[in-house]
């Protein structure tokens, strides 16, 4: 990391902190998406309409969630399996084997429910599921793109003992370093 002038710039993102901390405020969303989503994103920023984009916005939600118990219930009444279609076909090139492993589902399960657009995953299911797409969405936000986000996870990390951050998603404890590892990123925070 290089501080040249005002601006700090991140080893490895191509971009200054400032430049990363004013595409946090505005990153990835549309205005229609912002108009639809204020609420949460004046609560919490806006990783969390980036998730929920990943996993098919509109096209899957009953209703437009307004906070963080809305989307507590949306995740326990049963997010809809075509939500799993959605997120493999925004983080594509990612196999589904890696997929498969991040939720904890099997490949064949994995497959069965991107095929079955009714049904619905179990509450353990859609909370990995949810809490992906959501390590995703902050990637995203953090290292400026999807491509860069989907890149970083599948990589060794310096900051996790060199190794992928998507193989610590398996377990909460590696989900947490993974969280904490974008933060430290996200202020410029190696050590």
Same mark, same amino acid.
């Given at each position: 990391m290089a501080t040249h002038g005002t601006h700090t710039h991140r080893a490895g993102t191509g971009t200054t902190a400032s430049a990363a901390s004013a595409g946090a405020r505005q990153p990835h969303i549309s205005a229609e998406s912002r108009k639809r989503y204020r609420a949460l994103i004046d609560a919490n920023g806006t990783h969390l309409v980036i998730a929920l984009e990943l996993l098919g916005g509109q096209e899957v939600l009953s209703r437009t969630p307004e906070n963080l118990l809305d989307l507590h219930h949306w995740v326990s009444d049963g997010i809809p399996s075509v939500s799993i279609l959605h997120l493999a076909h925004a983080i594509e090139p990612l196999p589904s084997s890696a997929l498969s492993e991040a939720l904890g589902i099997s490949?064949?399960?994995?497959?069965?429910?991107?095929?079955? *657009?009714? &049904?619905? +995953?179990?509450?353990?299911? =859609?909370?990995?599921?949810?809490?992906?797409?959501?390590?995703?969405?902050?990637?995203?936000?953090?290292?400026?793109?999807?491509?860069?986000?989907?890149?970083?996870?599948?990589?060794?990390?310096?900051?996790?003992?060199?190794?992928? *951050?998507? &193989?610590? +998603?398996?377990?909460?404890? =590696?989900?947490?370093?993974?969280?904490?590892?974008?933060?430290?990123?996200?202020?410029?925070?190696y050590a």
């Open positions: 490949v064949r399960t994995l497959h069965r429910k991107k095929g079955a *657009p009714s &049904d619905t +995953l179990s509450v353990a299911q =859609g909370g990995r599921t949810f809490k992906f797409a959501e390590i995703v969405a902050k990637a995203t936000v953090v290292l400026g793109s999807r491509e860069a986000a989907v890149r970083w996870l599948t990589s060794p990390a310096m900051g996790l003992d060199q190794q992928k *951050p998507i &193989d610590l +998603l398996v377990t909460p404890v =590696g989900t947490q370093l993974v969280e904490e590892l974008l933060d430290r990123i996200e202020y410029g925070v």
